[in-house]
């Protein structure tokens, strides 16, 4: 009896055991297919994030000269503005030419600026670079004339005042050629040093090197070269014989 006894409570140890056993398996499994329910979860979130993504669109948005990006969905210049956030007056001058093809809108403020040629001036309302509001006051530069004040790159602002430097030609004579230098100020000797030609203190120029220059002009320069020489020549001359009577009345005396 005894022996049946101890026989039976190890089958019921044997069967507990074996119980819990399975307990814990269920969990693993259960455990494993939480973790797997999770990163199918994760791994459908990133697709859907990247599908979101991929959607979008970078649009560059340039403000007065300055760059920004702008990732959106949107397809209108006035959406995308929005998103972007940045602070752009109602009167701003916006240019979208480029959005279809390069993603980019340009949008420049538009200022009172004043532009200087000579002796007239031109007060507009300008946008854009300094070479453009020249060419939004109807003026044209060549490539020798220069601004004052500012870069033609240079993004207007307000109140800005250009001066345009008009450039002039000076035709510099010398040695049998012709240069051609164009300046909008400067003297004579700067002239020579942009043409790169040089001149002796016995050269003759046409003009004092300390002038001042202001419109079309031309310069010569004359080279003057002193050459010394020795040469040794025989002089011929002739005998010559004169009476006086003091000669001849001493003569007599004798």
């Not at 949107?74 to 701003?92: H, N, P, V, Y």
């Not at 060549?142 to 307000?158: A, F, I, K, Q, R």
């Not at 002039?168 to 004579?188: L, P, Q, R």
């Amino acid at each position: 009896i005894y022996h049946l006894h101890g026989e039976s409570r190890r089958k019921g140890v044997i069967l507990k055991m074996s119980d819990k056993i399975k307990n814990i398996g269920k969990r693993i499994y259960d455990a494993r297919i939480r973790i797997s329910t999770t990163v199918i979860c994760l791994v459908l979130c990133m697709a859907s994030l990247l599908t979101t993504v991929s959607g979008a669109n970078t649009v560059k948005v340039i403000l007065d000269g300055i760059e920004y990006e702008v990732t959106t969905h949107r397809t209108t210049t006035g959406d995308i503005l929005i998103q972007s956030g940045l602070e752009i007056d109602k009167d701003s001058h916006i240019d979208d030419s480029e959005l279809a093809s390069r993603g980019v809108i340009s949008v420049n403020s538009i200022c009172d600026v004043t532009v200087v040629d000579g002796a007239k001036e031109y007060k507009i309302e300008a946008h854009g670079t300094v070479a453009d509001a020249i060419s939004q006051a109807g003026l044209e530069m060549s490539p020798y004339d220069t601004v004052s004040g500012c870069e033609l790159t240079d993004y207007v602002s307000e109140n800005l005042v250009i001066t345009i430097n008009r450039a002039f030609s000076v035709m510099i004579s010398v040695d049998g050629d012709i240069a051609t230098v164009h300046m909008t100020k400067g003297t004579v000797a700067d002239a020579l040093d942009i043409a790169v030609i040089t001149a002796d203190d016995d050269d003759i120029i046409s003009r004092p090197l300390d002038e001042v220059l202001t419109s079309n002009c031309s310069i010569k320069i004359t080279r003057v070269e002193y050459v010394e020489r020795k040469e040794t020549q025989e002089i011929k001359f002739k005998e010559k014989t004169e009476k006086t009577s003091i000669i001849q009345q001493k003569h007599n005396d004798l």
